[in-house]
């Protein structure tokens, strides 16, 4: 026994290298087929067969099973070997997941990646923002939009040289807000990936036309009609260049199509269409995405045209070519479905139209109930939320009508409830809109569904359930000037939750660097001409950079500060009998609500709520330019028509209520927002009169008028008790000359130049002498010292400040209107007119403390008219900065008429008259005057304010 164990030591080192040797081969065998495997993978994953590559990546990794920790963690002896080609490899399996459409598989393998490599990606930085790309990807198929926002942000925060992955990412995010409707954001990610191509660093053109289409669809949803096209005619020149399918051009001219719908010019439209219908049909099979788009193009032709069967009929076959298996059925289907409700609305078939919007509310609440709380909704369903919204909104107003056809107040009564429901969603769905275009077209889009609450609310207040009546008021409040609100509310919120400083100066830093960049954009010459291509592309580099950082501010602010958020919140007053308790017993309000057939007039007393109804007619914002004319005519019989009609409408319903009133504030709404009230006709038996010197034919006789832009900001800036102004610290600015180089108007091509304004010196002259000789303390700043830069410095230090210039006002870029001062290198050198500008956007992020601003100068309150913001003039933005009080001017006023008025109310203010009892007074001196008694010369000037 003993021999045997010894002869078995003695032979062991020849058994164990033995083994050792077939080990190795084994070894090498088993590396030999790995690395086959590893080749074919790689092959199959260039050459586009994701299926296939990730059956051989999955098997090349099996190998380590027996080692293996669960999931795809690889050995720590093995990673650190060959740490770079497993990162490798787990990428490109990531990403064929995702290419497959398997977003669950690869969040599991590009987790396990990112764990495995460590925080600092063991040196190979380069490969981690495409992991965390190719995450975004995983939740962008599933869905979850917060998620894939969030990573693709992550990842261009960790890379700035990979241009292809700054073009990718900037691409999918425009595709994110594009779907979830938040265009102006859409855009400037589109506009980022262009940029990629700008240095020839990464050029390719056929992503490049597809950006320029993407661009253009996005502002065409806006209604920007002149950059839509811009960027349709940029694709389309791109295209024409390169050997390009078939499917791009089709893809170029229904979005052309669409836009020629946009400017009403169907027939072109159409062709449009065929054109790209006729192009999709040379690759056959055409896929049923390209149908669906076809048939939906050509439905919207054919309801321009008020030829609804057609139009039925084309989406009815759209519905058709639907994937039943596909993600996107839900959506597609559900919106088809709307459209074919609402053209049977149109048509007044609102049993039909009922019927397809619930078959579209059946559709999307299945797949979003689980995404709905009590309070709102994940972000990551937001679209459909969306959708969702607005079948809810079309639901509410079919079930109005068709409780009118059938006369059941049942139908009614849900009608009204489903509208209060969706009102409560509409402040969420505004939060999670980033820029203020987005937030506009929305609630521009939302009116009717107030419209509704208010019909329905209306109808049942007299047909039984009068409890109901006093929701109204707060219902049309809600409606109006929410993103105006909201600004202001934000400012209070900063200035009042304990926001550090530096964070504030650094939000106003930015805002002014984003109105410097949009100004550099808009007014330098055209990027595509000679030697400023190069200089477009900075200025719009550093606007998107800015306007990302002001978004990770809000997102700081939000986060760190509680007060901030409670701040925030706050909406519109809670019940109107906040609103009657500031009210004097002398005063009443009057809001205006109008819809498609009817307006509601609100008027508020200390002791009472009245609410009319009337019914307006289809040319109803034609009468209102019609006065509007006839005061500039100044024809005595066509004003006193025109303005004894209006008045009828807008105050002879509730004037019996007015017994005791001598003060009128004044909530107008859409057009009413550009008629001076004060001018509206009370006697119907002056149509004869030759003359305009009779105070008593005009309301202006009858009431002290100012105005707000809704009840609940009036409410905040009230005091509650007469306000009298009792000492003076006055800033007057008037630049008197002005550059004669000839200026462009920012929305036309026309050319005009700014004229002197020599009454201006003696109206700032004049009224400064006043202030001194009163007691008051007064600063004048003439001609070159009338600059942006002393503008600016006197804010926060005068309770008075009076401007006596140029106005240039754009209804196409509201944010680049503005008032016209002195440059501030006024030292011999020559510059552009705009050098002496204060801008609309510059105006809002001010910090002004006047009682009393004075914008002397021509149409201070004019601007593009909306339906949920009023018009977007320059008194939202010093009212944002912080005056209380602004006096301003409806239409283009006189020199030297403006210098006499302004004297005379200024008189009426150191007599110890309220800001709108001297303007009355002052209009009243005016009319009693032959030579300056026609409207035109006196009605201009409006108070908003107290």
Same mark, same amino acid.
């Given at each position: 026994?003993?021999?045997?164990?010894?002869?078995?030591?003695?032979?062991?080192?020849?058994?164990?290298?033995?083994?050792?040797?077939?080990?190795?081969?084994?070894?090498?065998?088993?590396?030999?087929?790995?690395?086959?495997?590893?080749?074919?993978?790689?092959?199959?994953?260039?050459?586009?067969?994701?299926?296939?590559?990730?059956?051989?990546?999955?098997?090349?990794?099996?190998?380590?099973?027996?080692?293996?920790?669960?999931?795809?963690?690889?050995?720590?002896?093995?990673?650190?070997?060959?740490?770079?080609?497993?990162?490798?490899?787990?990428?490109?399996?990531?990403?064929?997941?995702?290419?497959?459409?398997?977003?669950?598989?690869?969040?599991?393998?590009?987790?396990?990646?990112?764990?495995?490599?460590?925080?600092?990606?063991?040196?190979?930085?380069?490969?981690?923002?495409?992991?965390?790309?190719?995450?975004?990807?995983?939740?962008?198929?599933?869905?979850?939009?917060?998620?894939?926002?969030?990573?693709?942000?992550?990842?261009?925060?960790?890379?700035?040289?990979?241009?292809?992955?700054?073009?990718?990412?900037?691409?999918?995010?425009?595709?994110?807000?594009?779907?979830?409707?938040?265009?102006?954001?859409?855009?400037?990610?589109?506009?980022?990936?262009?940029?990629?191509?700008?240095?020839?660093?990464?050029?390719?053109?056929?992503?490049?036309?597809?950006?320029?289409?993407?661009?253009?669809?996005?502002?065409?949803?806006?209604?920007?009609?002149?950059?839509?096209?811009?960027?349709?005619?940029?694709?389309?020149?791109?295209?024409?260049?390169?050997?390009?399918?078939?499917?791009?051009?089709?893809?170029?001219?229904?979005?052309?199509?669409?836009?020629?719908?946009?400017?009403?010019?169907?027939?072109?439209?159409?062709?449009?269409?065929?054109?790209?219908?006729?192009?999709?049909?040379?690759?056959?099979?055409?896929?049923?995405?390209?149908?669906?788009?076809?048939?939906?193009?050509?439905?919207?032709?054919?309801?321009?045209?008020?030829?609804?069967?057609?139009?039925?009929?084309?989406?009815?076959?759209?519905?058709?070519?639907?994937?039943?298996?596909?993600?996107?059925?839900?959506?597609?289907?559900?919106?088809?479905?709307?459209?074919?409700?609402?053209?049977?609305?149109?048509?007044?078939?609102?049993?039909?139209?009922?019927?397809?919007?619930?078959?579209?509310?059946?559709?999307?609440?299945?797949?979003?109930?689980?995404?709905?709380?009590?309070?709102?909704?994940?972000?990551?369903?937001?679209?459909?939320?969306?959708?969702?919204?607005?079948?809810?909104?079309?639901?509410?107003?079919?079930?109005?009508?068709?409780?009118?056809?059938?006369?059941?107040?049942?139908?009614?009564?849900?009608?009204?409830?489903?509208?209060?429901?969706?009102?409560?969603?509409?402040?969420?769905?505004?939060?999670?809109?980033?820029?203020?275009?987005?937030?506009?077209?929305?609630?521009?889009?939302?009116?009717?569904?107030?419209?509704?609450?208010?019909?329905?609310?209306?109808?049942?207040?007299?047909?039984?359930?009068?409890?109901?009546?006093?929701?109204?008021?707060?219902?049309?409040?809600?409606?109006?000037?929410?993103?105006?609100?909201?600004?202001?509310?934000?400012?209070?919120?900063?200035?009042? #939750?304990?926001? @550090?400083?530096?964070?504030?100066? &650094? %939000? /106003?830093?930015?805002?002014? $660097?984003?109105?410097?960049?949009?100004? +550099?954009?808009?007014?330098?010459?055209?990027?595509?001409?000679?030697?400023?291509?190069?200089?477009?592309?900075?200025?719009?580099?550093?606007?998107?950079?800015?306007?990302?950082?002001?978004?990770?501010?809000?997102?700081?602010?939000? #986060?760190?500060? @509680?007060?901030?958020?409670?701040? &925030? %919140? /706050?909406?519109?007053?809670? $019940?109107?009998?906040?609103?009657?308790? +500031?009210?004097?017993?002398?005063?009443?309000?009057?809001?205006?609500?109008?819809?498609?057939?009817?307006?509601?007039?609100?008027?508020?007393?200390?002791?009472?709520?009245?609410?009319?109804?009337?019914?307006?007619?289809?040319?109803?914002?034609?009468?209102?330019?019609?006065?509007?004319?006839?005061?500039?005519?100044?024809?005595?019989?066509?004003?006193?028509?025109?303005?004894?009609?209006?008045?009828?409408?807008?105050?002879?319903?509730?004037?019996?209520?007015?017994?005791?009133?001598?003060?009128?504030?004044?909530?107008?709404?859409?057009?009413?927002?550009?008629?001076?009230?004060?001018?509206?006709?009370?006697?119907?038996?002056?149509?004869?009169?030759?003359?305009?010197?009779?105070?008593?034919?005009?309301?202006?006789?009858?009431?002290?008028?100012?105005?707000?832009?809704?009840?609940?900001?009036?409410?905040?800036?009230?005091?509650?008790?007469?306000?009298?102004?009792?000492?003076?610290?006055?800033?007057?600015?008037?630049?008197?000359?002005?550059?004669?180089?000839?200026?462009?108007?920012?929305?036309?091509?026309?050319?005009?130049?700014?004229?002197?304004?020599?009454?201006?010196?003696?109206?700032?002259?004049?009224?400064?002498?006043?202030?001194?000789?009163?007691?008051?303390?007064?600063?004048?700043?003439?001609?070159?010292?009338?600059?942006?830069?002393?503008?600016?410095?006197?804010?926060?230090?005068?309770?008075?400040?009076?401007?006596?210039?140029?106005?240039?006002?754009?209804?196409?870029?509201?944010?680049?209107?503005?008032?016209?001062?002195?440059?501030?290198?006024?030292?011999?050198?020559?510059?552009?007119?705009?050098?002496?500008?204060?801008?609309?956007?510059?105006?809002?992020?001010?910090?002004?403390?006047?009682?009393?601003?004075?914008?002397?100068?021509?149409?201070?309150?004019?601007?593009?008219?909306?339906?949920?913001?009023?018009?977007?003039?320059?008194?939202?933005?010093?009212?944002?900065?912080?005056?209380?009080?602004?006096?301003?001017?409806?239409?283009?006023?006189?020199?030297?008429?403006?210098?006499?008025?302004?004297?005379?109310?200024?008189?009426?203010?150191?007599?110890?008259?309220?800001?709108?009892?001297?303007?009355?007074?002052?209009?009243?001196?005016?009319?009693?005057?032959?030579?300056?008694?026609?409207?035109?010369?006196?009605?201009?000037?409006?108070?908003?304010?107290?």
């Amino acid at each position: 026994m003993f021999k045997i164990h010894r002869l078995i030591l003695k032979l062991l080192p020849e058994v164990v290298l033995l083994i050792a040797f077939h080990a190795i081969n084994a070894q090498d065998a088993q590396f030999e087929a790995d690395f086959v495997c590893l080749q074919k993978a790689h092959h199959l994953f260039e050459s586009g067969h994701h299926d296939s590559a990730i059956t051989y990546y999955e098997k090349y990794l099996s190998s380590f099973n027996q080692q293996q920790k669960p999931g795809y963690i690889i050995p720590e002896k093995i990673f650190k070997n060959n740490a770079k080609q497993y990162l490798g490899i787990l990428l490109r399996l990531g990403t064929s997941y995702n290419l497959i459409s398997a977003p669950d598989n690869a969040l599991n393998v590009l987790n396990s990646g990112l764990m495995i490599a460590g925080t600092d990606f063991q040196g190979y930085s380069i490969m981690k923002p495409w992991y965390i790309y190719q995450i975004g990807n995983a939740w962008l198929l599933k869905m979850d939009y917060k998620y894939a926002i969030k990573s693709y942000q992550n990842a261009l925060a960790i890379t700035s040289n990979d241009i292809i992955l700054v073009q990718k990412i900037n691409q999918n995010l425009g595709g994110i807000f594009f779907f979830l409707e938040d265009y102006d954001k859409a855009i400037e990610h589109y506009q980022k990936a262009l940029l990629s191509n700008t240095y020839g660093l990464y050029e390719d053109p056929v992503k490049v036309s597809e950006l320029l289409i993407n661009t253009g669809a996005a502002f065409a949803k806006k209604n920007d009609v002149h950059n839509a096209m811009e960027y349709y005619s940029r694709a389309e020149k791109l295209l024409m260049e390169l050997n390009i399918t078939d499917r791009d051009y089709a893809r170029l001219y229904l979005n052309l199509g669409n836009l020629l719908l946009k400017m009403n010019n169907p027939d072109a439209a159409y062709d449009h269409f065929m054109k790209a219908s006729d192009l999709y049909h040379r690759n056959m099979p055409v896929k049923s995405d390209e149908m669906i788009l076809i048939y939906t193009n050509i439905a919207r032709f054919y309801k321009t045209r008020m030829l609804f069967d057609s139009t039925i009929h084309y989406l009815n076959l759209a519905v058709s070519c639907i994937n039943k298996s596909s993600d996107k059925n839900p959506m597609v289907i559900t919106n088809l479905y709307q459209q074919i409700g609402d053209i049977y609305g149109s048509q007044g078939h609102w049993k039909q139209s009922l019927e397809y919007y619930q078959k579209a509310f059946n559709m999307i609440e299945a797949v979003i109930s689980d995404s709905m709380t009590v309070t709102g909704f994940r972000m990551s369903n937001s679209a459909e939320i969306l959708e969702l919204f607005r079948i809810r909104q079309a639901i509410a107003r079919a079930l109005h009508m068709l409780g009118l056809m059938e006369r059941s107040d049942d139908y009614i009564l849900q009608s009204f409830h489903e509208s209060l429901s969706v009102i409560n969603l509409v402040k969420t769905i505004n939060e999670e809109f980033g820029r203020e275009g987005s937030k506009l077209l929305f609630n521009e889009s939302v009116k009717n569904l107030y419209y509704n609450a208010l019909e329905s609310g209306y109808y049942l207040g007299k047909h039984g359930h009068p409890e109901l009546l006093d929701q109204l008021f707060l219902i049309a409040e809600k409606s109006r000037n929410k993103i105006l609100l909201s600004g202001i509310m934000d400012n209070i919120a900063r200035r009042s #939750s304990g926001i @550090p400083d530096s964070l504030i100066l &650094k %939000e /106003q830093t930015l805002n002014d $660097e984003i109105s410097f960049c949009l100004r +550099k954009l808009w007014l330098d010459p055209e990027e595509n001409e000679e030697g400023t291509h190069d200089r477009y592309v900075y200025y719009l580099n550093r606007l998107i950079e800015s306007h990302k950082e002001i978004d990770s501010l809000e997102s700081k602010y939000k #986060s760190s500060s @509680p007060v901030y958020r409670k701040i &925030k %919140e /706050q909406e519109t007053v809670k $019940e109107y009998g906040q609103l009657k308790q +500031k009210l004097l017993p002398e005063e009443a309000l009057l809001e205006y609500f109008i819809g498609d057939t009817s307006m509601f007039i609100f008027l508020l007393r200390p002791d009472s709520l009245i609410i009319k109804r009337i019914t307006i007619s289809s040319d109803f914002n034609d009468e209102i330019l019609k006065f509007n004319k006839e005061i500039r005519i100044a024809e005595v019989k066509g004003l006193y028509e025109s303005g004894y009609h209006l008045y009828s409408q807008l105050i002879l319903p509730v004037r019996s209520s007015l017994v005791n009133v001598n003060k009128l504030i004044i909530i107008p709404d859409e057009n009413l927002s550009t008629i001076p009230f004060e001018a509206l006709v009370t006697e119907s038996a002056k149509f004869q009169s030759k003359s305009f010197t009779d105070p008593h034919s005009f309301l202006i006789n009858d009431f002290e008028i100012c105005y707000h832009f809704s009840s609940t900001l009036w409410f905040n800036s009230a005091t509650g008790k007469e306000f009298i102004l009792k000492t003076i610290d006055y800033a007057g600015f008037a630049p008197v000359t002005f550059l004669s180089e000839k200026i462009g108007n920012l929305d036309t091509d026309n050319k005009s130049t700014f004229s002197s304004l020599p009454f201006s010196r003696n109206e700032i002259h004049d009224v400064s002498d006043l202030i001194r000789r009163n007691g008051g303390i007064a600063h004048v700043f003439i001609g070159h010292d009338a600059t942006p830069e002393r503008f600016r410095e006197n804010l926060a230090d005068q309770n008075i400040i009076h401007v006596a210039t140029h106005s240039l006002i754009s209804d196409e870029q509201p944010g680049l209107s503005g008032l016209v001062l002195a440059p501030d290198n006024h030292k011999g050198q020559k510059g552009s007119i705009y050098d002496g500008m204060i801008f609309l956007d510059e105006i809002f992020n001010l910090r002004i403390n006047a009682d009393l601003l004075v914008l002397s100068a021509c149409a201070t309150g004019s601007g593009k008219i909306t339906r949920s913001e009023g018009v977007l003039a320059m008194t939202r933005g010093f009212f944002t900065a912080g005056a209380s009080n602004i006096v301003y001017t409806l239409w283009n006023v006189t020199d030297k008429h403006t210098r006499d008025f302004m004297v005379t109310y200024f008189k009426g203010i150191l007599a110890g008259q309220s800001f709108s009892a001297a303007l009355r007074n002052a209009k009243i001196e005016m009319i009693s005057k032959p030579e300056t008694s026609l409207p035109r010369l006196w009605a201009p000037y409006v108070l908003l304010g107290k």
